[in-house]
């Protein structure tokens, strides 16, 4: 999201056929990273799939991760479990956990 509150969206290409997702992750974290060092970016968000453990779960599931980013100083990651059957997505409950508050600069000591 631009400072007028516009939003934008964006994607990534490492020049490869067959792309790991963790690489375009990467590209898409450090172009997020000069927005905000550049004064540009009001808040970021970042979705991809990933395995996770829900709360109180001992296996991981499927999941999209949502990462959101504020350059007040807010960092969280929601993820939405799912499971595919017969072709159709069933999400199940969402959960979050605290984000790691590297995208805006100078985060709060507590945060650090």
Same mark, same amino acid.
């Given at each position: 999201?631009?400072?007028?509150?516009e939003?934008?969206?964006?994607?990534? *290409? @490492?020049? /490869? @056929?067959h792309?790991r997702?963790?690489?375009?992750?990467?590209?898409?974290q450090?172009?997020?990273? @000069?927005?905000?060092? @550049?004064?540009e970016?009001?808040?970021?968000?970042?979705v991809?799939?990933?395995?996770v453990?829900?709360?109180?779960a001992r296996?991981k599931t499927?999941a999209?991760?949502?990462?959101? *980013?504020?350059? $007040?100083?807010?960092?969280?990651?929601?993820?939405?479990?799912?499971?595919?059957? $017969?072709? /159709?997505? /069933?999400?199940?409950?969402?959960?979050a956990?605290?984000?790691?508050?590297?995208?805006?600069?100078s985060p709060s000591?507590?945060?650090?």
């Amino acid at each position: 999201m631009l400072l007028d509150g516009e939003i934008v969206s964006v994607g990534a *290409d @490492d020049g /490869e @056929d067959h792309s790991r997702s963790q690489s375009l992750i990467d590209i898409l974290q450090a172009a997020f990273k @000069d927005g905000a060092a @550049d004064g540009e970016l009001l808040a970021t968000a970042l979705v991809y799939d990933v395995r996770v453990a829900p709360p109180g779960a001992r296996e991981k599931t499927d999941a999209i991760a949502l990462n959101l *980013d504020h350059r $007040d100083n807010y960092s969280v990651t929601v993820f939405f479990p799912y499971t595919i059957n $017969d072709g /159709e997505p /069933e999400i199940g409950d969402a959960f979050a956990s605290s984000g790691n508050y590297s995208i805006f600069p100078s985060p709060s000591p507590l945060h650090a």
